[in-house]
């Protein structure tokens, strides 16, 4: 009879435990989701000054950032006022309209902002689009 002894094998277990996989699969998701706030955007934090008679314009077109402190991009990277106009010939020659838009916080010095519109003219500029807020009216009442 022992040899009809039937022996009893260890049954392996087939399922899958997939609880640690969702653990890191929630952990890779919060990371993303927290990281992708981390990403900086090149360009200044900038208060544009306010007009009623504002209107939307066309992308397509160089753009020239001044922040409160004098600092200046040219379509993201940093520039000083005397190496401007080269680097904004040299844009200019890129885009099919030559319209420079200059995004200028509302507390810049006067004499900058014009130093930057003839800058843009001697480069070549066929316009110049100063960029605004619109609806003044509606947020002083």
Do not use: W, Y
Not at 39 to 58: E, M, V
């Amino acid at each position: 009879m022992d040899s009809f002894k039937l022996e009893r094998r260890k049954k392996t277990d087939t399922n899958l435990n997939i609880a640690p996989l969702i653990d890191i699969v929630f952990l890779l998701l919060i990371f993303f989701i927290l990281s992708s706030h981390l990403i900086s955007h090149k360009g200044f934090k900038i208060n544009l000054p306010d007009a009623s008679a504002a209107r939307t314009q066309k992308n397509g077109q160089t753009t020239v950032f001044i922040n409160k402190s004098g600092k200046i991009l040219l379509d993201g990277i940093k520039v000083t006022v005397d190496g401007l106009k080269p680097l904004l010939k040299n844009a200019l020659t890129k885009i099919p309209s030559n319209t420079v838009v200059i995004k200028a916080d509302e507390n810049i010095c006067l004499g900058l902002g014009v130093k930057v519109m003839d800058i843009a003219k001697e480069a070549g500029a066929g316009g110049i689009i100063i960029s605004t807020e619109k609806n003044c009216n509606e947020k002083n009442k």
